[in-house]
């Protein structure tokens, strides 16, 4: 039987918070890296329009999961081995508050172990005018159990039509958050057997190239 695939799931605490384009752009991401994940679109098919289409080469060990605003599935199917979450949420007291909800009764039914459960990052998305989160605010999040890292979307008139994402109009803070949620995923340039980065206690290695 051959190695199941690597998954990376990505869902939203709420529709239009921008899932389906932070998916499109860690597709186009991993593309120019040479190990674009097969992208698998479980919602409206908006996937791979965003994306510009599919990769010509994808290396089918990974699969990236869209899978829109549903939150608790994506996160429900980290009880299984060999995935990450990427939870989209709106850069609010009340997208953190979704976000720290989902993420609760996410491990409250994996029942992991402290430390071994942080496999989801958690993406702030400025989708409702400018951000008034304060840093204790963000601060909180990145401390909180079963969280990875936290990424922070500005607004970015290149993303904000809806259409085919070019790249080449991304603001610099677009591409530096899109490298950033990337290397939380352990993607380097070398593939995807990086280490995540220490958090409180540095979370077991997410080795993407060897079997469960």
């Known amino acids: 039987m051959p190695p199941r695939p690597r998954r990376i799931l990505?869902?939203?605490t709420a529709g239009g918070v921008g899932t389906t384009t932070v998916a499109a752009l860690l597709l186009g991401r991993f593309a120019r890296t040479g190990h674009a994940p097969v992208a698998v679109d479980r919602t409206a098919g908006e996937l791979l329009r965003r994306g510009a289409g599919r990769p010509q080469a994808e290396d089918r060990r990974f699969r990236l999961h869209d899978l829109g605003r549903n939150a608790d599935a994506a996160?429900?199917?980290?009880k299984a081995p060999g995935g990450l979450g990427v939870l989209v949420t709106a850069d609010t007291e009340v997208g953190v508050e979704l976000a720290l909800a989902a993420v609760h009764r996410n491990?409250?039914?994996s029942g992991a172990p402290a430390g071994t459960a942080d496999r989801v990052v958690i993406v702030l998305a400025e989708v409702f005018g400018p951000s008034r989160l304060r840093q204790p605010v963000i601060s909180t999040l990145r401390g909180a159990p079963g969280v990875r890292g936290?990424?922070?979307f500005r607004h970015d008139d290149a993303l904000a039509a809806g259409e085919s994402i070019n790249t080449e109009r991304l603001s610099r803070g677009t591409t530096n958050a899109v490298g950033e949620l990337a290397a939380?995923?352990?993607a380097g340039r070398q593939g995807w057997s990086m280490a995540p980065r220490a958090k409180r206690q540095p979370s077991?290695?997410?080795d993407w190239s060897q079997e469960n």
Do not use: D
Request: charged share 15%; no cysteine; glycine share 22%.
């Open 10 to 12: 990505v869902a939203g």
């Open 75 to 78: 996160l429900g199917e980290l």
């Open 107 to 109: 491990g409250s039914r």
């Open 150 to 152: 936290v990424v922070r």
């Open 184 to 186: 939380q995923l352990g």
């Open 204 to 206: 077991p290695p997410m």
